[in-house]
């Protein structure tokens, strides 16, 4: 079965500390995303890579890191330095090299600071 | 800077009935548009991809149309069900900005009543 996996679905973080939420494709997909998403609004776009170690900032990069060692891997880090970072973050790719350029999500991990 | 916006943000209809979602962008110079559906607590679903060179897409009951020009998008659901409840997004990638980088509406959720 090909698509997205996040883990874990639910992550509790104490005040202070860095989490690391887990992101990865078999769909031998390209670019991959990283989106966070709050109670009534839309996506907002974290940090994007199109390619292996490369990476650009989105929109709300600040409190966020990310790294792109592998094609099929996409972790992001919420550091201590985002201030509120209870929220629901969704993973996505593309493959950006191919005319169709459907993105695909995966299901979601619900981050809740304690 | 691209800004999407989807009007309304709730809707209800009772079951059967034909409906139309609307997506609307400020930013003319896309590369293409996609529709998604959100389940609670869920990622997102593709539903449907339009391409900037083509008009509609249909798939089953769902049929979505583009209009570069007004900077506008419809997705037309026939003779709803119940099961159609959900949040539906559209996302707009921009044809000459960062070339991943694609903006979302906040979504209309839609009820259907039986």
């Known amino acids: 079965d090909g698509g997205i996996t996040q883990s874990p679905k639910y992550l509790f973080r104490k005040e202070g500390q860095n989490v690391t939420l887990s992101c990865e494709q078999n769909?031998?997909?390209?670019?991959m995303y990283w989106y966070r998403q709050d109670p009534g609004q839309g996506l907002r776009l974290i940090y994007y890579?199109?390619?292996?170690?490369?990476?650009q900032k989105g929109d709300i990069a600040e409190g966020y890191s990310v790294s792109r060692e592998k094609k099929e891997s996409f972790p992001l880090t919420v550091t201590s330095a985002q201030k509120n970072p209870t929220a629901f973050y969704l993973c996505?790719?593309?493959?950006?090299?191919?005319?169709?350029?459907?993105?695909?999500f995966g299901p979601g991990t619900r981050l809740t600071v304690l | 800077k691209q800004e999407v916006t989807q009007i309304p943000a709730a809707l209800s209809v009772p079951e059967g009935e034909n409906l139309v979602l609307n997506c609307s962008f400020t930013?003319?110079?896309?590369?293409?548009l996609q529709w998604f559906r959100q389940d609670p607590g869920k990622g997102l679903t593709s539903l449907l991809l339009?391409?900037?060179?083509?008009r509609e897409q249909t798939s089953g009951r769902l049929n979505a149309s583009l209009d570069k020009s007004s900077g506008r998008s419809t997705l037309y659901i026939a003779a709803s069900q119940p099961g159609d409840s959900a949040t539906y997004l559209c996302?707009?990638?921009?044809?000459?900005?960062?070339?991943?980088?694609?903006?979302f509406g906040s979504g209309t959720r839609l009820s259907i009543r039986p």
């Open positions: 339009i391409q900037s060179s083509q």
């Open positions: 930013d003319s110079a896309i590369y293409n």
């Open positions: 996505a790719s593309i493959k950006d090299k191919s005319s169709y350029n459907e993105q695909f």
């Open positions: 769909l031998n997909h390209d670019a």
């Open positions: 996302a707009v990638r921009g044809e000459y900005s960062s070339a991943s980088k694609i903006i």
């Open positions: 890579s199109q390619i292996v170690n490369d990476f």
